[in-house]
T-cell receptor, first 108, second 114 residues
């Protein structure tokens, strides 16, 4: 049974720092992995989608990598800003299993 | 492009009452998903539709939950009767076709069962 783990559960950093969020999954038979952010009281916003054949995807200050063999994905956020404060979730398909998220706070 | 629409945004009911949620996906999206998100947890898939057919409802508590997607567009999720443990945010998402495409989420409906 697929299990998805996100570490750390919470993270607090000063503005301007580069940071890495981790997502681990137990079953490497995935179609793709998607990263989302969720602001309090709101739905999920898609950040990046990595297909199983890809190694990484980039969008602006965000870079996500995927290593299927080790069951890991990382989300790298460069030059963090207070507006990046949110909960970050990863999800793997086809199982549609989500991690419990990393709650990020960027301090001004 | 309009996003995924959901209503109502908030609902408070007593246990054993019934409730229904509505979702309108992004135009042209064939696949629609309903998720349940309990506070502090990641979303859990309840049901996935491809057009108006059910692809996966293995985690839907069928004794009390039901969902339909008539005409392959809008969808409703119903709970009857509600239990205290049903208190959660119910999220609707859609994608262009199958799981290879990005999912887009609506704002969710926050349900409180008292």
């Amino acid at each position: 049974k697929q299990e998805v783990t996100q570490i750390p559960a919470a993270l607090s950093v000063p503005e301007g720092e580069n940071l890495v969020l981790n997502c681990s999954f137990t079953d490497s038979a995935i179609y793709n992995l998607q990263w989302f952010r969720q602001d309090p009281g709101k739905g999920l916003t898609s950040l990046l989608l990595i297909q199983s054949s890809q190694r990484e995807q980039t969008s602006g200050r965000l870079n996500a990598s995927l290593d299927k063999s080790s069951g890991r994905s990382t989300l790298y956020i460069a030059a963090s800003q207070p507006g990046d404060s949110a909960t970050y979730l990863c999800a793997v398909k086809p199982q549609y299993i989500f991690g419990t998220g990393t709650r990020l706070k960027v301090l001004a | 492009e309009a996003g995924v629409a959901q209503s109502p945004r908030y609902k408070i009911i007593e246990k054993r009452q019934s409730v229904a949620f509505w979702c309108n996906p992004i135009s042209g999206h064939a696949t629609l998903y309903w998720y349940q998100q309990i506070l502090g947890q990641g979303p859990k898939l309840l049901i996935q539709f491809q057009n108006n057919g059910v692809v996966d409802d293995s985690q839907l508590p069928k004794d009390r939950f039901s969902a339909e997607r008539l005409k392959g567009v809008d969808s409703t999720l119903k709970i009857q009767p509600a239990k205290l443990e049903d208190s959660a945010v119910y999220l609707c998402a859609s994608s262009l076709t199958d799981s290879s495409y990005e999912q887009y989420f609506g704002p969710g409906t926050r349900l409180t069962v008292t």
